[in-house]
């Protein structure tokens, strides 16, 4: 069935004005609600009689919730921006952490009386004021929380601990591509990351009864089938009933520009709202954008609304310098300068949260692809900047990019990762076991254990180079067994410590470099872990910055 007819009440409809108008004025629907399909005032569709009804019962649900959309998608508050939004509702909240993310937008939902609401964000570890969806937790309006990241958000895990959050926690490319598969209608898919860990296992807290003793429900065992030889995890998609998105331009159709790393899962998250909202810093004209520009198109927004300044607090930008100070300082570097060794030019190296994200300062004289992919950017280093609100990496650190960069959505970012295109990935370790099993999520004193990118890390098929002290305030750090929660099983290639260097050679630990200072026996009564003495055991040439670490402290006596 062909229909034609303009979009206003009372439709008028040259073919079939009458019984169209008839059923939706049964319905009790004004066709302006309809406004997804206008074009130029008008509606044009190609339907069977059967979609037809059902489009009619779907857009009975949700006229309520939208307003007329007359020639424009603009709105002149973000109260009237953040309309329709009810108790219950599952909202996709775009950015990473603070950054990219639609902070005016938020901060009028946190003064609504919405409640009870389910939030998806990649990160909510930032725990200062004003930092994405902090304010709707501090006003208690979130009931759900599913995120890749919680970190020590004191807020999160007091309303955990009381039964008042649910919080389900997933890998971060897990989390994106649930999104991406929302908005592209797949309704799930698979993958390797978590195999061999508690998202695979399930058993993890998700929620807790009100006085905090009682596990009320837990992360569910996923679904496993084999393809190639190879067991894969099975993931349903994630579709929300609202996505906050967060653009530098946009124009009144929809059409939106996003700068530099804030593309980060504002992109994804857009696709998988039912109804998408944008705060945009700047609002033009159709056609001031060329298409070519374009990075969410207009056909997945509802609404626009111009961004207002916020004052970004310094407390939140603030640089921590992962390297740590004195003793510590100076062995960090140490490892770090024996780990970039592994790197050679040209490759691109993905790097983990921590001490790995220090690792530029150590690679100057060669060309390297760095990735960061919670945020989107390839080949990018440290910047000076104490704010940098459109470039850092996945610690929040600012970036500066390099002449041969790119930037891109998060998934492609995560595409790289787990599609096996990396040369080497660089991750801190708590603990890796003789086997070659990783554990990076925490160290045994985690109340919410967040996956972050570690897992997706860990299944990248890449080396993966592990940056840990040989003892830490746990004990060994290498052991027989993990104790910790695993990122991924017998994923590790090398392991760089203080003390020296550990490869795995037909699946075995080996003992491949001495570190000037130490013997083996000096390694031994560090670890109960068995391993093995290479033939060609090397030792290191002692070069100016490691006389002036030896300078420090004896280094047959470092114990963190």
């Not at 970036?399 to 959505?409: D, G, M, P, V």
Request: with cysteine; glycine share 10%; hydrophobic share 40%.
């Amino acid at each position: 069935v062909f229909f034609f007819f303009q979009a206003e009440d009372g439709i008028r409809d040259p073919l079939w004005s009458r019984g169209l108008g008839d059923v939706y004025k049964r319905q009790g629907i004004n066709a302006e609600y309809m406004g997804l399909l206008r074009i130029q005032g008008y509606m044009l569709a190609r339907i069977s009689t059967r979609q037809l009804f059902g489009k009619v019962a779907q857009f009975r649900g949700f006229a309520a919730m939208w307003p007329p959309i007359r020639g424009t998608k603009v709105v002149s508050s973000f109260e009237e921006a953040v309309a329709g939004i009810q108790d219950g509702h599952m909202v996709m909240v775009g950015g990473y952490g603070k950054f990219g993310a639609p902070l005016n937008l938020l901060n009028s939902l946190e003064n609504s009386k919405v409640k009870d609401l389910t939030i998806v964000c990649g990160i909510a570890a930032c725990a200062e004021k004003g930092s994405s969806i902090q304010g709707l937790l501090l006003k208690n309006k979130v009931k759900k929380l599913i995120s890749a990241n919680v970190g020590d958000n004191p807020v999160i895990i007091d309303q955990f601990k009381k039964g008042q959050l649910e919080v389900l926690l997933e890998p971060l490319g897990t989390l994106v591509e649930k999104a991406r598969s929302g908005g592209f209608g797949v309704p799930g898919f698979y993958s390797r990351v978590g195999m061999g860990t508690f998202i695979e296992e399930g058993g993890v807290p998700t929620k807790m009864s009100p006085n905090g003793k009682t596990v009320v429900a837990v992360n569910l065992a996923k679904q496993k089938r084999e393809f190639g030889g190879k067991e894969y995890l099975f993931d349903r998609n994630i579709q929300g009933d609202f996505a906050l998105v967060k653009a530098w331009k946009a124009d009144t159709k929809g059409n939106c520009v996003l700068k530099m790393g804030n593309r980060n899962t504002n992109v994804d998250f857009a696709t998988a709202g039912k109804i998408c909202i944008v705060e945009a810093d700047e609002i033009v004209e159709p056609g001031a954008i060329d298409g070519d520009d374009i990075h969410i198109s207009g056909i997945f927004v509802h609404r626009v609304v111009k961004s207002a300044p916020i004052k970004c607090e310094e407390k939140c930008c603030m640089v921590e310098d992962k390297l740590g100070k004195g003793e510590e300082k100076a062995m960090n570097e140490f490892m770090l300068r024996r780990a970039a060794k592994e790197i050679k030019n040209g490759d691109f190296v993905a790097l983990g949260p921590g001490l790995p994200s220090c690792i530029d300062r150590f690679t100057s004289d060669i060309d390297v692809h760095y990735v960061y992919p919670e945020t989107g950017v390839f080949g990018a280093l440290h910047a000076d900047s104490m704010c940098h609100s459109e470039m850092y990496d996945g610690c929040l650190q600012p970036l500066k990019l390099r002449k041969n960069a790119a930037l891109a959505k998060t998934s492609d970012a995560f595409a790289g990762v787990r599609g096996g295109h990396m040369n080497l990935v660089i991750a801190e370790g708590f603990q890796v076991s003789q086997n070659g099993d990783l554990a990076n999520i925490e160290a045994g004193n985690k109340v919410l254990p967040s996956p972050g990118v570690n897992m997706d890390l860990a299944c990248s098929g890449a080396p993966v180079v592990v940056v840990m002290p040989m003892t830490s305030k746990a004990g060994p750090t290498l052991v027989n067994q993990c104790k910790f929660k695993l990122s991924g099983k017998k994923c590790v290639s090398k392991v760089v410590t203080e003390a020296g260097v550990f490869d795995f050679r037909g699946g075995k630990l080996t003992l491949v470099e001495i570190a000037p200072g130490f013997t083996v026996e000096n390694i031994r009564s560090k670890t109960k872990c068995k391993f093995q003495i290479a033939d060609d055991l090397k030792f290191s040439k002692t070069d100016q910055k490691l006389n002036d670490f030896n300078k420090l402290f004896d280094l047959s006596l470092i114990h963190i």
